[in-house]
């Protein structure tokens, strides 16, 4: 079975009510491959999935950039790490943001708002508000569980990549996600370095497809050769409209996770880069 390009647009903390209307415009307008080509999803802030559900092009789908890891009730507002969470927050946050105040989302809301997909381990949850791997991976159960489709993120550090451990790291995080997951086919994993996030350096092709060949490999190893060769894995991490195409093109490259350019019209480019792969 062939695997299907995917393109994700997160919008991450972004837009306004104009903006995310004129984003809309943009897309529901172009032309791109059928839906037998190429699965478009793009991933709004909260407030405005229900406008952006709304208005899109009904073969184009909506995802939700997190939700919480179990039913919702009575929480008003999470509160994640504390002194004693070894994560990185204090390097990037100040100390008063510590105690940080997150709106709290589950997962029955988003399919009652009739939101097919989520996406669940953003490094900017893990590293900001310290979500570990086992963590992201009950993330990853429950919003399976209640039939939403996840794209799940891994990725390393620039210091885990210098120290020569970026496959270990994603590897961890893949077996977080594969110890509590029986069933991958409602699963897109995605590749994001931290380093190429929002800077400009986008990992090579050459990067990209070794990273993404060790992450199918160890699927392979650890759960099924049919899980391997059918599990999109995407790359994210500064892809735009020029650099897309030519990491479409490698064999292991199912698609990506775009942050600031699936914000502008160059979206659209990205999204055609699935031509690539249809004429591979
Ligand atoms: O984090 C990303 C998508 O989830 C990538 O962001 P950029 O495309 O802005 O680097």
């Excluded at 490999?217 to 759960?223: C, V």
Aim: charged share 20%.
């Amino acid at each position: 079975m062939g695997r299907k390009f995917f393109v994700g647009g997160n919008w991450k903390c972004n837009g306004t009510t104009e903006e995310v209307k004129k984003i809309i415009n943009t897309l529901n307008e172009a032309q791109v491959p059928s839906q037998d080509v190429v699965e478009v999803v793009v991933s709004p802030p909260y407030v405005f999935l229900p406008t952006v559900k709304s208005l899109l092009r009904p073969d184009f789908h909506v995802a939700a950039q997190n939700c919480w890891v179990k039913k919702g009730g009575a929480f008003t507002g999470e509160v994640r790490g504390s002194s004693s969470d070894k994560c990185i927050m204090l390097k990037v946050m100040p100390v008063q943001y510590v105690h940080l105040k997150v709106e709290w989302i589950s997962a029955e809301m988003l399919v009652n708002l009739d939101i097919p997909w989520v996406i669940v381990g953003h490094s900017e949850r893990r590293l900001i508000l310290g979500e570990s791997n086992e963590f992201v991976g009950d993330k990853v159960a429950y919003a399976l569980s209640q039939k939403l489709k996840v794209i799940a993120c891994v990725g390393e550090t620039l210091e885990q990549r210098e120290a020569g451990s970026t496959l270990e790291v994603v590897a961890a995080q893949t077996k977080a996600i594969a110890d509590r997951v029986s069933n991958w086919d409602d699963v897109v994993l995605a590749y994001e370095p931290v380093w190429a996030i929002g800077t400009g350096k986008v990992a090579s092709p050459a990067q990209a497809q070794e990273v993404h060949t060790e992450l199918r490999k160890w699927l392979q190893a650890n759960i099924s050769a049919e899980v391997a060769a059918s599990t999109r894995i995407i790359y994210g991490g500064s892809v735009n409209g020029a650099n897309c195409k030519e990491l479409a093109a490698k064999p292991d490259v199912d698609g990506f996770l775009v942050g600031g350019a699936s914000l502008k019209p160059e979206f659209i480019d990205i999204i055609k880069s699935a031509e690539v792969k249809k004429n591979a």
